[in-house]
């Protein structure tokens, strides 16, 4: 029972083109939401958030939509740079803080 | 300051054997979470530690796991009698504070392979 899903398993988009990664999640009980950014052999680190009362977050380069009726989340990159290579996890949580992940996009930027 | 660190940073072992994984975590976060990665998979929750709060234990897999955190800092990760779908990179996260809605920070994780 996969409470959230990532369906692309990889993408590749061209340096200075945005990257639009997507995440459908079925829990509605979920209220907040992250996106993770995961190189080789290192530890995910945190991306950028937005709560259940936004339906968008930037900071920077990196824009977080939400689509509560849909139960969507998307990640804009724009412009994408070559160093924004990795796997990327969306992730849910409740009031404990316990993380749900999905299943990851590896993103590839070509220069 | 100092990240989560993760101990070892790599472990082979044999099918049936036990394997204990260090985490310290960030000083001061109260809360400590292990989580592991299959291969091809996403971040799979294990288990929560919240202060002195009785932990999360609802992502264990099975009775063979187990972990403990002593005097609300460093956790083991206990493994009993290894098994080859154990194989993955288990990683560790704290967050500060008593409020859902802080970030975690991962260590590097440990890559365990059982053969």
């Known amino acids: 029972d996969q409470q959230v899903k990532q369906n692309s398993p990889s993408l590749s988009v061209q340096e200075g083109r945005i990257s639009i990664l997507n995440c459908d999640y079925t829990?509605?009980?979920?209220?907040?939401f992250l996106w993770y950014k995961k190189y080789p052999a290192e530890g995910p680190t945190f991306l950028i958030s937005i709560s259940s009362i936004k339906d968008k977050n930037e900071d920077g380069r990196f824009t977080v939509f939400l689509n509560k009726s849909a139960k969507h989340l998307s990640l804009h990159i724009v412009p994408s740079q070559p160093g924004d290579s990795a796997v990327y996890f969306c992730a849910f949580s409740g009031n404990t803080g316990k993380l749900i992940f999905g299943q990851g996009t590896t993103l590839q930027v070509k220069p | 300051g100092a990240g989560v660190s993760q101990s070892p940073s790599n472990k082979v072992t044999e099918k049936g054997k036990d394997v204990e994984l260090r985490c310290d975590p960030i000083?001061?976060?109260?809360?400590l979470y292990w989580y592991r990665q299959s291969l091809g998979q996403g971040l799979e929750f294990l288990i929560y530690f919240q202060g002195n709060s009785a932990p999360d234990k609802s992502g264990l897999p099975s009775d063979r796991f187990s972990a403990e955190r002593t005097g609300g800092s460093v956790s083991t990760l206990t493994i009993q009698r290894t098994q080859q779908e154990d194989s993955a990179v288990y990683l560790c996260a704290s967050r500060p504070g008593t409020s859902g809605y802080n970030e975690q920070f991962f260590g590097p994780g440990t890559r365990l392979t059982v053969l």
């Open positions: 829990n509605s009980m979920f209220d907040y």
């Open positions: 000083s001061g976060h109260t809360a």
